[in-house]
């Protein structure tokens, strides 16, 4: 890609970046915290894959004003602040259950959880 | 207007209003009676819609304007004959389960949590006929978060702590999974500049040839799959199931996968149309392949199963194999059999489920939080509890496919599509996933019925509340097994509809 590609593209390279980096996170970090960080800069690298294309250099909110002539597309802002929502209600509910899961468990690293539970199913499994 | 012209606005709105006014009442009782009536008004609602259907051309469907905006600029309701049946089967299930839930919440959840479990069981209910009767693309998104979020919250009030973590495991796929929705969504968006699903359809025939919409495609389909459970993206399902409060279980197990099925029924034949879907992509052989594993592995894995409520939940990961089978032969006798097994395992499965959480209650000591319903617990329960454990094998012999219950009409309409593609092999793939089935419906069968009965339990069935609500789906099992003229008839209309569509 030539570097007028890159800046062509800006926005969609930054996009791709911030999907793969977060699903990346949610992926390979076992503690429940980190987890959710990655899966709400996942959610957010979507935000922005709405908003760039929405946008014309030069265009103005869209007004009907003699002196304008150019407008950015207002709707994928509109649909974007609901998907700000709903991320934002996610993340809430996730640290919710990671309060809980600590209270319960003791500890939020996702592999020491398997091992408690595994240990209580070992005992359930040997009482039958 | 009169009042049934309303009716596509009410199915949502009234169980959506629900919510918040039973969180200000604060107060169990009342909760559970002003949640019952709204789901029994939605399903009221269902029941107009789909007579009104009935009554249109075939193909024709009602198109609602939400606050009169007309489409494709405002957001569009729209329900044809496929919208109306599974509306049908959602507050349906709804109806029955919400009588069931009192007693069953009574033991499983805290008391000062049981008006938040009937504002979120409200939720989920809007959420699910939500996505199912908009026409609109990211309205789509909006109701499937609002289902979502409010179903982690509902299986984390299951009593063991493991619930926590199921939930949280759930949350975490469920939004990878809806996140790639918004993304195929959103490249849909930017290819045709609408979101109305009929006039999205419309203009993806100007841009077919496009990369973006394969992307969108391969988005969509992932994103969905994730939704629905289609093995090998079932991860979450098993310990949802196990973990969340009985009549949750029930809930999900018949509603929340079929609706993500319809989802993607809608996408891949209405939006994208067959020839995009199934011609330029391997997808029928993929979706082919992962159907066969899901009937055969999560089946298999079944039948080795401690707890019964996670047997059946594998169970229904197998069972979605089905319906996703149906869908990659790609003609109208396929679609029919995903269609019918959409509604016919809903049923099946929504009445295990119900009869799995009478049985729990039976196991517990007078007032005791319920246990697991481990295999070791069950000797002898048929001396106990006959109706129960006959109830379950009556619904089991349905996930069998015996002749007589709803499972055979699928199979037959699955095994039809097969030799009308010539597939003699799939015939007997069918057949042998189906050994399967026994197998795991008889581990149950063998314990239940063919060992002592363990010491210092007398006979105690459910209470007749949670009962009645689970026969009357079991009595559903047989009824539709023998009358297929609502079930198939509604679902071969659809297919027919949508497979015209796409061509």
């Known amino acids: ?128 | 207007m009169s009042i049934a012209a309303h009716l596509p606005a009410l199915q949502v709105v009234l169980p959506l209003l629900s919510a918040p006014l039973v969180v200000l009442l604060r107060h169990g009782g009342l909760a559970f009676a002003v949640v019952t009536t709204a789901a029994w008004a939605a399903f009221a609602c269902a029941i107009g819609l789909w007579l009104q259907v009935g009554q249109l051309d075939p193909g024709g469907a009602i198109s609602y304007h939400i606050g009169s905006w007309p489409p494709p600029w405002g957001i569009e309701y729209r329900v044809d004959r496929l919208t109306s049946f599974v509306l049908l089967l959602v507050s349906g299930m709804a109806a029955l389960v919400l009588p069931y839930s009192r007693a069953s919440v009574e033991r499983e959840i805290p008391r000062e949590l049981h008006y938040l479990y009937y504002a979120m069981f409200a939720l989920c209910l809007t959420g699910l006929l939500g996505i199912t009767i908009t026409g609109d693309a990211f309205n789509i998104f909006v109701f499937l978060e609002i289902s979502s979020l409010s179903t982690y919250v509902l299986i984390a009030l299951g009593r063991d702590r493991r619930a926590l973590t199921a939930a949280y495991q759930y949350l975490i796929m469920g939004s990878i999974g809806a996140t790639f929705i918004v993304i195929g969504i959103g490249f849909l968006y930017l290819l045709t500049g609408t979101l109305n699903l009929v006039d999205m359809a419309e203009r993806l025939r100007d841009v077919e040839n496009y990369r973006p919409v394969l992307a969108a495609l391969a988005f969509l389909t992932v994103g969905i799959s994730l939704k629905l459970a289609l093995f090998p993206l079932h991860q979450w399902l098993p310990n949802a199931y196990t973990y969340a409060p009985s009549a949750v279980t029930a809930f999900l197990a018949a509603t929340a996968t079929k609706v993500s099925v319809y989802v993607l029924i809608r996408f891949y034949f209405t939006v994208f149309g067959e020839s995009l879907v199934f011609d330029k992509l391997p997808l029928p052989q993929i979706m082919l392949g992962l159907s066969l594993l899901a009937m055969f592995v999560a089946s298999f894995i079944a039948i080795f199963q401690h707890n019964l409520k996670r047997l059946f939940a594998y169970s229904s990961v197998g069972q979605i194999g089905y319906i996703t089978l149906g869908l990659s032969f790609d003609s109208v006798n396929g679609l029919t059999a995903s269609i019918v097994h959409l509604f016919n395992h809903g049923i099946a499965k929504g009445a295990i489920f119900l009869l799995i959480g009478g049985m729990v209650l039976g196991l517990a000591k007078h007032g005791a939080v319920p246990p697991a319903p481990t295999f070791d617990r069950l000797d002898g329960l048929a001396k106990r509890m006959p109706l129960t454990c006959f109830g379950i094998v009556i619904a089991g012999l349905s996930l069998i496919g015996v002749p007589g219950t709803v499972g055979f009409i699928s199979k037959w309409y699955l095994i039809m599509a097969a030799l009308e593609k010539g597939q003699f092999w799939l015939v007997g793939a069918i057949l042998l996933s189906s050994l399967l089935a026994v197998a795991y419906v008889w581990r149950f069968v063998e314990v239940a019925y063919f060992r002592a009965p363990l010491a210092g339990f007398e006979k105690r069935e459910a209470p007749l509340s949670m009962l009645i609500p689970a026969l009357l789906l079991v009595a559903a099992t047989i009824w539709f097994g023998l009358d297929t003229s609502i079930t198939v008839g509604s679902a071969l209309d659809a297919a027919q509809q949508l497979v015209k569509n796409g061509r």
Do not use: C, W
Request: proline share 4%; no cysteine; charged share 15%.
């Open chain 1, 1 to 128: 890609m030539s570097s007028g590609g890159v800046i062509e593209h800006f926005s969609y390279i930054v996009t791709v970046f911030l999907m793969v980096a977060g699903l990346f996170i949610v992926i390979a970090r076992g503690n429940l915290i980190k987890k959710l960080i990655g899966l709400s800069i996942f959610q957010t690298s979507v935000y922005l894959l709405y908003i760039a294309p929405g946008k014309l250099l030069g265009g103005t909110a869209p007004i009907l004003a003699p002196q304008y002539s150019i407008y950015s597309n207002p709707l994928p802002h509109v649909l974007i602040l609901t998907a700000i929502v709903v991320g934002v209600a996610t993340l809430a509910l996730g640290l919710a259950l990671a309060v809980r899961i600590r209270e319960a468990y003791g500890t939020i690293e996702e592999d020491e959880i398997v091992a408690r539970d595994n240990a209580i199913e070992d005992a359930e499994g040997a009482g039958s």
